[in-house]
């Protein structure tokens, strides 16, 4: 059991470049998100997904796309890069949160720099 | 609005010193669910505990304990007899029962010397 996939861990960009950041979870989960890590921000959510065909904005959405084409995989793409993009990205599953006594799982982050 | 506030940004303690790290959280909604989460050097967030507003019992798992309370929006998180491995930083989030998003305090790094 996997749990939730993340690649690359570390990523290095040009400003303007465009990238896909990769997450799959093999849980079934109903719930993922993207959220990004920032040195005294805390984690600050971009998009969500309730499910597949279903996606919205979180906190920061900004600069960045998403899709939800099947339950497993919510890839986080980055249109054109700025350095102000450059933080620690997470993905995290879980069943819906209300629905039960649940946690998210969290992957184990991506690390990208973008000069 | 919703927020969570942890005002200690940095805690160093000696080994075997207990340490309470503190947690303030603001939301008008009746029912809301608390957590804490560790984030170890390694990077990756592991998940110590889930809290329903209805269930203000404190927790306790081994050296952990959880102190809720209601009528000051605290869930505060205590570590006794700390140990070098417990250097980490440690986040408390949020998530209201209407909506499937978590908010995050900004962390408290806390640093466990030998």
């Known amino acids: 059991n996997a749990g939730v996939t993340q690649t690359p861990k570390f990523q290095v960009l040009k400003t303007g470049q465009s990238m896909t950041l990769q997450c799959a979870q093999d849980?079934?989960?109903?719930?993922m998100s993207w959220y990004r890590q920032d040195p005294g921000m805390g984690l600050r959510l971009i998009h969500y997904s309730v499910g597949a065909g279903i996606t919205d904005q979180g906190e920061v959405p900004n600069g960045y796309n998403v899709s939800r084409s099947t339950t497993e995989d919510f890839p986080l793409r980055l249109l054109s890069a700025a350095p102000s993009q450059t933080s620690v990205y997470f993905c995290?599953?879980?069943?819906?949160?209300?629905?039960?006594?649940?946690?998210?799982?969290f992957g184990q982050g991506t690390r990208l720099t973008v000069v | 609005a919703q927020k969570v506030t942890q005002a200690q940004t940095e805690i160093s303690v000696v080994e075997k010193e207990d340490v309470t790290l503190d947690c303030v959280y603001e939301t008008r909604d009746t029912t809301y669910y608390l957590f804490w989460y560790k984030q170890p050097p390694s990077g990756e967030l592991v998940f110590l505990i889930r809290r329903n507003s209805f269930d203000e019992q404190n927790e306790i798992s081994g050296r952990y304990s959880w102190n809720f309370q209601k009528s000051t929006s605290s869930f505060n998180f205590t570590i006794t007899a700390s140990q070098v491995v417990d250097s980490a930083v440690y986040f408390c989030?949020?998530?209201?029962?209407?909506?499937?998003?978590?908010?995050f305090g900004t962390g408290t790094r806390l640093q466990v010397f030998p």
């Open positions: 989030a949020l998530l209201l029962e209407d909506t499937d998003k978590l908010i």
């Open positions: 849980m079934n989960h109903e719930y």
């Open positions: 995290a599953s879980s069943y819906f949160q209300t629905s039960m006594n649940t946690e998210a799982f």
